[in-house]
């Protein structure tokens, strides 16, 4: 009985070590798009602000 009590408790023990490993990937996962879509929304931003603006560049179309 003691020994399968051992290869439970190693059963379990890899088990809970494999969970550890995919929750702290999922977690890096989760900060890059945190990452990225910080990034998305200060682009956005910008080019909001930008088409707000009056246009003080010349444009892409031809003078009249």
Do not use: C, H, W
Not at 20 to 38: P, Y
């Amino acid at each position: 009985m003691n020994d399968k009590l051992q290869a439970r408790l190693e059963q379990l023990r890899k088990e809970q070590a494999a969970g550890i490993e995919a929750l702290n990937e999922i977690e890096r996962k989760r900060d890059e798009l945190r990452t990225t879509l910080l990034r998305i929304s200060g682009a956005i931003q910008v080019i909001e602000e930008l088409l707000a603006e009056p246009s003080q560049a010349p444009t892409d179309e031809p003078a009249a």
